[in-house]
């Protein structure tokens, strides 16, 4: 008998779980081969344990049709429907490669305001840049306009950090 799956702690665990029911898969190991991972990792993020990668959520994608901008904040289809016109599967593309860059940009960041950063906490910043890059470059963008866009982020983000500390460190001397 198969034991009851635990629920899952955040909304990306519950939406990637929903992908599986979608193909009504009750094996975690047959869906988990699909993505070239274990049935255990799997078991991790459906939970919303562990925050998948970009390649993982490219091979959502890629085996299952997945529209990754509603895995990621879980707002439009579930699947790609079609081609929409003003997007086309290269830019699709150009999206999810998109992530590496920018999740490794967020990190530098972070280390170098020596600011500790969750799991969680850096795939929402992952998803907010994601989306203002993307807002930002239009309806039809090239990969080197999106990759132009990373010095603004940098600097966007760092001066985010520079003022939530100084900001606490206001807060800790007035508290004094």
Known sequence: MARKEVEPKTDLGRRLRAVRAAFDIDDRDVFASRLVISKSGLAHYERGERVPDAEL???????????????????????????????????HQLLIDLINPLGRLINKVYRDHDVRITDDQRFA??????NNLTSRAGPSFEWNDLMSQLPWVEQSLGEELRSKRASAESSKRSAS
Request: glycine share 14%.
């Open 125 to 130: 910043e992952l998803t907010r840049w994601h």
């Open 57 to 91: 959520l490219s091979a959502y994608h890629r085996e299952f049709g997945v529209n990754i901008s509603w895995l990621v904040t879980g707002h439009g289809d579930m699947f790609e429907g079609g081609q929409s016109t003003s997007t086309d599967h290269g830019s």
